[in-house]
């Protein structure tokens, strides 16, 4: 398989390009990977030794538990603020006691985390809870299962989310690595070019997201199921002669979408290939019809698979909260619409999000801080999409190389419609983290690097300084988040 990368003047890097070595790339990468966990690490060890209390103890009282709230102002672990949001143990009164690990442990556990790692100890309890996808907390449940299966963790009844916590930060990290690995396999399979698909996993180690890839966030684990659905995506377009591969590699790629989706409502946008793929098939029904309609079940399968991730956890909330609700008190106003989502309206109505909701004087600093991804997000996305795209996918087939260059396409799309869903829909300052779950915008970045652009490399400079300073940001409770 090889690839091209066009490009009117194809210079060799600069001494400013980040220029790896490619004999053992995975090295490569496992290194690069531990050097910068282990700078982000340190910034939450120096904010601990250092900084003192958090500006925000709530992470603090959830990791340590009940004995932390017991101060002497006497702290309420579920209280609502002016907005109604949910407010999960913050207290300015008490000492910030408990062991280093502890203390350690409650930096990692801000802003959203609080969410994931509360569901993760004891399930969804409040509605506002529902804003936040199931997939993170049912993975650490499971693995703090399995180890204390086996004896490796004890039951904590009564104590603090430490072990939830530390099972949060795990998973996180675990996916970042192995998604780094899977967005390079997957650049080399699509691109054909290992260099550009080095580069690109490199960047997204470097991803502005920061400490939100290795805190209990959801976005790590996003990425890996995304990147993998990509891949199977690619390996059934690359399966042209073997339909069943073909077939049930699309359907396995709607499964891991759909998974995706269960950890980041954003995941729903994964089902552009499908719809892409479908409309590009339909007028092959009359020349192919037995190959086109059995290509075009798996598609709707797969399609089908992705929706899932959104729509199952809505069913349950409906069924938890409006199905005989009737029963103990007045059903909530989502109970009562025609399509019924808690998700939608949690969001709405706990964070104010919806169309052009955020547009407000006090949110430019915010808009301001979300531009630069959002222009590359745009920038590659559009380039993608015009007659002669930067990134292009050669096979040993035509037929599978223009396959690819059509998932490359759709990927441009999907990434188009997040930034401006991200403009008009979003608190814009989270596109800074949910970006690192698609990949183009990556290969679009590195293929500019390998050509020796300098604007390409003060964006990589951009991307390290931004997520230094998130993290030290992050882990003093302090915004953006």
């Known amino acids: 398989m090889t690839a ?31 050097t910068w966990k282990a700078f982000l690490f340190a910034i939450a060890i120096g904010s601990t030794l250092l900084a003192g209390e958090a500006y925000d103890t709530s992470g603090s009282l959830v990791v340590r538990g009940p004995q932390a709230q017991s101060g002497a102002g006497g702290t309420v672990i579920a209280t609502a603020d002016a907005s109604g949001q949910q407010q999960l143990g913050h207290s300015h009164d008490h000492p910030y006691d408990g062991g280093f690990l502890t203390q350690l442990t409650a930096r990692f556990t801000s802003w959203d985390a609080i969410y994931f790692v509360t569901q993760a100890r004891r399930g969804y309890r409040f509605e506002q809870e529902w804003a936040f996808g199931a997939g993170l907390p049912i993975v650490v449940r499971g693995l703090l299962f399995c180890l204390r299966s086996v004896g490796i963790a004890g039951h904590s009844e009564g104590e603090g989310a430490l072990q939830e916590a530390l099972a949060g930060i795990f998973v996180a990290n675990t996916a970042h690595l192995l998604s780094v690995f899977v967005l390079y396999r997957l650049g080399k399979l699509v691109l054909g070019n290992a260099k550009i698909s080095l580069l690109a996993a490199i960047l997204h180690i470097f991803s502005p997201a920061g400490m939100f890839l290795s805190a209990p966030y959801a976005e790590s684990s996003f990425a890996l199921l995304s990147f993998s659905g990509y891949l199977l995506f690619a390996l059934s377009c690359v399966n042209e002669r073997r339909p069943a591969y073909r077939d049930a590699g699309l359907v396995a790629s709607g499964v ?57 956890p809505q069913a349950v909330a ?72 930067q990134l292009v ?89």
């Open 318 to 389: 409906y069924q938890r909260l409006c199905s005989g609700a009737s029963d103990v008190g007045e059903l909530r106003p989502w109970c009562q619409s025609l399509l019924p989502s808690i998700y939608t309206f949690v969001q709405e109505h706990y964070w104010n999000t919806g169309f052009l909701r955020y547009w407000t004087p006090g949110n430019i600093p915010l808009f301001l801080l979300a531009i630069p991804i959002l222009a590359i997000l745009a920038k590659s996305g559009v380039d993608q999409m015009t007659s002669s795209p």
């Open 393 to 481: 996918a050669t096979c040993k087939s035509a037929d599978e190389s223009g396959q690819l260059s059509k998932l490359l396409q759709s990927a441009a799309v999907t990434q188009v419609l997040l930034a401006a869903l991200a403009i008009t829909m979003y608190h814009v300052q989270i596109i800074t983290r949910i970006s690192s779950g698609y990949p183009l915008w990556y290969w679009w970045l590195a293929g500019r690097l390998v050509r020796g652009n300098k604007t390409a490399s003060h964006i990589v400079k951009f991307m390290i300084i931004y997520a230094s300073i998130q993290g030290v940001l992050f882990s003093l409770f302090l915004p953006p988040a």
């Open 4 to 34: 091209s990368h066009k490009s009117p003047n194809n210079k060799a890097p600069s001494a400013r390009t980040p220029s790896p070595r490619s004999e053992n790339p995975h090295l490569t990468l496992l290194a690069t990977f531990a």
């Open 256 to 312: 891991l979408f759909g998974l995706a989706t269960a950890f980041r409502s954003n995941g729903i946008l994964n089902g552009v290939p499908f719809a892409f793929e479908v409309f590009r098939r339909l007028p092959s029904l009359y020349r192919r019809p037995v190959d086109t309609v059995r290509r075009l079940i798996a598609l709707g399968i797969g399609g089908v698979c992705v929706a899932a991730g959104s729509v199952i």
